[in-house]
T-cell receptor
């Protein structure tokens, strides 16, 4: 149980285009979903927290107009990287939680490798 | 604050030995701690967690110790196996923000 999937697993796009990444909780309802970014040999950095049906809460320094997050249902959240640039190339990881906030266990997806050329 | 590491520390152990991975956390208000294992190109995998009202918790082959006085967390892996080779992250839940903050990570290499 508690499986989280991400799609695509990897994507290559040209600079200036937009890319959408999906995060799904397959066997539970996720009240809260989190989006992280991880650069090579670095830790996971929280980008934003989203609760179903409400606007995402972005961490300081993360541009909400560039990283659009939609959490329209209890099993799906999407992250859209708009007007991607090479510096946005990274490993994007989502996690889903059945409760509110991080005190409930987070189940992580397998990640999406984004390369912007 | 959030931890970022450009050069992850590495712990090399012989297969069968015990491993101890350490983590210093930043916020005395944190009330929940988790250890994750991350293999190359994959998402983090939950290992074990501990709440701030405890100082020790044991799982299968793993033990987490929490010292709130010095804000230190450790993960002990018994009889380390090659499959344990990965990057290990501690994470703390900062109560006020109700979000997880990850530590810098430690690379564990198991030599056969």
């Amino acid at each position: 149980g508690a499986v989280v999937s991400q799609h695509p697993s990897w994507v290559i796009c040209k600079s200036g285009t937009s890319v959408k990444i999906e995060c799904r909780s397959l066997d539970f309802q996720a009240t809260t979903m989190f989006w992280y970014r991880q650069f090579p040999k670095q830790s996971l950095m929280l980008m934003a927290t989203s609760n179903e049906g409400s606007k995402a809460t972005y961490e300081q320094g993360v541009e909400k107009d560039k990283f659009l997050i939609n959490h329209a249902s209890l099993t799906l959240s999407t992250l859209t990287v708009t007007s991607a640039h090479p510096e946005d190339s990274s490993f994007y990881i989502c996690s889903a939680s059945p409760g509110q906030g991080a005190t409930y266990e987070q189940y992580f997806g397998p990640g999406t490798r984004l390369t912007v050329t | 604050g959030e931890s970022v590491g450009l050069h992850l520390p590495t712990l090399s152990v012989q297969e069968g030995d015990n491993s101890i991975i350490n983590c210093a956390y930043s916020n005395s208000a944190s009330d929940y701690f988790i250890w994750y294992k991350q293999e190359s190109g994959k998402g983090p995998q939950f290992i074990i967690d501990i709440r701030s009202n405890m100082d020790k918790r044991q799982g299968q082959r793993v033990t987490v110790l929490l010292n709130k006085t010095v804000k230190h967390l450790s993960l002990q892996i018994a009889a380390t196996q090659p499959g344990d080779s990965a990057v290990y992250f501690c994470a703390e839940n900062i109560r006020s923000g109700n979000k997880l903050v990850f530590g810098a990570g430690t690379i564990l290499r198991v030599k056969s």
